[in-house]
């Protein structure tokens, strides 16, 4: 069984790193997003206190206004006062989900061709095909959010002076649990889809909530209480406090880690499992 | 002959629609069997049962003594599929496509290597093997196609209307291959298609299906010959008042006389013996012929006889054409 996994998912790589184009396109739109959007707000200017308004104050004050200033925006943006450097940590996350929908594309692609079916004629287990694209879609997810993270360090990511393999790993593993849940989420609810409008339809749907009614790209503070409701169960703000976290400190509050991952951790057994249960069910013909 | 695949009743309904209607027949050990009918006939939906893509709505079948439904992964084992559609992966190279369905069959590595090879030779795809499958003519994709339904050297060979949309010569390149199959393999194969020609030169035997209900059962010459012989029309230049029906009726190989006018639409069986007789008649009689023509009965006949329909005159349903739109772009890419 390991071998015929291993087997299709040596196709998905074959395919994707020959289309060198793909990728790049798969990058360049989170890279736009964090140009564009993350350049564009500036946090701290946002709030700087007027020259002339300077001038009253008394020179001992101003330094206690411009730290109390601070402080707000270090309370509101989860520990740091660049918004690049704030969204860059949800935009990982925002990565992972662009290729997990991309990965119940595939499978729509499979089916159209024909393809699927000669999988299915094949000795195999019906888990398999899709361990396999749950499998490869986590690979690829992760392989760009780390090009999309070394882009965002060049571009001025700010990250903790003492930033270690403790901080990489913990990244990594955020990456890995949010890419099996939603790889796992998409590919379920593809898998009896014939064609790709329908399956473009659906994403869609699920794609704006899942991206802006989460702490990916603003603070859940900020959101209306009925907003906070759908991102507190967002899968997505707990992947992009955690990277937040990894990023901006290695002096981890474990209670908010743990309870994050508890959550990314129970995210991900439940969709892999009930997934890929309701994938093979649905892996018939007609 | 031990028979090979056995089906029990097999039938599908799709909601009203019943596709294959208790279907019975049974293929025998290194046969090459066909199923022929128009589009919508019930063949690919047959072939997708045989084959464990569908479940049957009532009935079964066996293949190598393994029931359908209940030892599909032991089906799957002993049989290859070679699909209607171009399935082979186009970013993938002709030996890459290949190596993933060996892996998938649980093929050795060594082994695997070697039928690769083998099969690329039988298809005559070894120099292009290392080609994206991109860069390949339809002709060619279907040859890959075929290899790959053969990586396993499976018991028994399915092929779903295995040249649709290829020209002649690459028809008759791919008719070469079963046949040699066959041959050198001892593999039993069993074919669906419309193409009258394909039956008649492939097929030990054929089965017409219609409707989703067989129609008949036999080996194209047998089929013919159940039409009951050959046809010779006739045309006299002369000789309206005279009537030759009683004269042609004594040759005993004369079955059935039609006269319109001077025009006579003559049934007989063995027509190249009896047509010289028939020109000699005529010709006692101080009759002259304007033209005479011998018609050799053709499956598109024996068609009409057992289905009161010529099959290129059905047209497809919308999902056909549309289908085969889809086949023809890709061949032509």
């Known amino acids: 069984m390991i071998d015929e996994i291993f087997a299709l998912i040596m196709r998905e790589v074959k395919k994707w790193v ?21 350049k564009a707000f500036n946090l701290s200017g946002l709030i700087s206190i007027p020259p002339e308004i300077i001038k009253e104050l008394p020179p001992d004050k101003t330094h206690i206004i411009s730290d109390l200033f601070n402080r707000i925006l270090q309370n509101t943006f989860g520990g740091t006062t660049d918004y690049f450097t704030y969204i860059s940590a949800g ?79 913990g990244i990594l593993t955020t990456l890995l649990l949010l890419s099996i849940g939603l790889s796992s989420l998409f590919i379920a609810i593809t898998i009896r889809i014939k064609s790709w409008e329908a399956h473009a339809a659906v994403v869609n749907l699920l794609n704006l909530p899942l991206m802006f009614a989460s702490s990916a790209l603003f603070p859940i503070k900020q959101m209306p209480s009925w907003l906070q409701m759908i991102a507190k169960f967002n899968p997505i703000s707990y992947a992009s406090d955690n990277i937040r976290i990894f990023i901006l400190s290695n002096e981890f509050n474990m209670q908010i880690l743990l309870h994050n991952f508890e959550f990314l951790i129970i995210f991900a057994l439940t969709f892999s499992i009930v997934g890929i249960l309701v994938a093979e069910r649905m892996l018939k013909f007609d | 002959m031990a028979s090979i695949i056995q089906t029990y009743d097999l039938t599908k309904r799709f909601g009203k629609l019943i596709a294959v209607d208790h279907v019975n027949f049974s293929v025998n050990e290194g046969e090459i069997f066909g199923l022929l009918g128009p589009n919508g006939a019930g063949k690919t939906t047959t072939i997708n049962m045989l084959t464990t893509l569908l479940k049957p709505t009532d009935g079964t079948a066996s293949i190598l003594g393994y029931d359908i439904v209940k030892d599909e992964s032991m089906v799957r084992r002993v049989i290859g599929l070679v699909p209607q559609d171009l399935t082979v992966d186009e970013d993938l190279t002709g030996r890459e496509n290949l190596m993933l369905h060996a892996r998938l069959y649980h093929l050795d590595k060594d082994v695997a290597k070697k039928r690769i090879n083998e099969v690329l030779s039988l298809v005559n795809l070894l120099e292009f093997a290392d080609k994206k499958v991109e860069t390949y003519s339809g002709g060619m994709r279907k040859r890959l196609e075929l290899a790959e339904g053969l990586i396993h050297y499976p018991k028994i060979l399915f092929l779903d209307e295995p040249t649709l949309g290829l020209d002649v010569q690459t028809r008759a390149v791919i008719w070469d291959y079963i ?32 409707y989703g209900r067989i129609k008949v059962i036999d080996s194209p010459s047998n089929l013919k010959d159940s039409l009951g012989g050959d046809i010779i029309e006739l045309d006299l230049i002369n000789g309206i008042n005279t009537n ?8 005993p190989q004369v079955k059935e006389v039609k006269k319109e006018g001077n025009h006579y639409r003559i049934k007989v069986m063995k027509g190249e013996e009896v047509l010289p007789i028939i020109v000699k008649r005529v010709v006692e009689r101080d009759l002259r012929i304007s033209r005479v023509s011998l018609i050799k009965p053709t499956l598109d006949q024996v068609y009409l006889e057992y289905t009161g329909r010529l099959l290129r005159e059905i047209e497809g349903s919308s999902e056909d054409v549309w289908r085969m739109r889809r086949i023809l772009k890709r061949i032509r890419a």
């Open chain 1, 18 to 38: 020959r289309e060198p184009f793909l990728i790049l396109m798969m990058i360049i739109q989170p890279t736009l997003w964090l140009g564009l959007f993350g």
């Open chain 2, 179 to 210: 046949k040699q199959l066959r041959k050198d393999h001892h593999m039993t194969i069993f074919l669906t298609t419309h193409y009258m020609d394909e039956a008649d030169t492939l097929c030990d035997r054929i089965a017409i299906i219609d």
């Open chain 1, 91 to 169: 935009m990982l996350s925002i990565v992972i989900l662009f290729t997990s929908m991309f990965s119940g594309m595939s499978i729509v692609w499979d089916r159209r061709f024909g393809f699927l079916n000669k999988l299915l004629v094949a000795p195999i287990s019906r888990c398999s095909i899709i361990i396999a694209k749950v499998s490869f879609s986590v690979l690829r997810g992760i392989v760009q959010a780390l090009l999309v993270f070394s882009i965002a360090l060049a571009f001025g990511l700010k990250l903790t002076h003492n930033f270690n393999l403790i901080n990489l790993l």
């Open chain 2, 244 to 251: 030759m029906e009683s004269a042609f009726l004594t040759i």
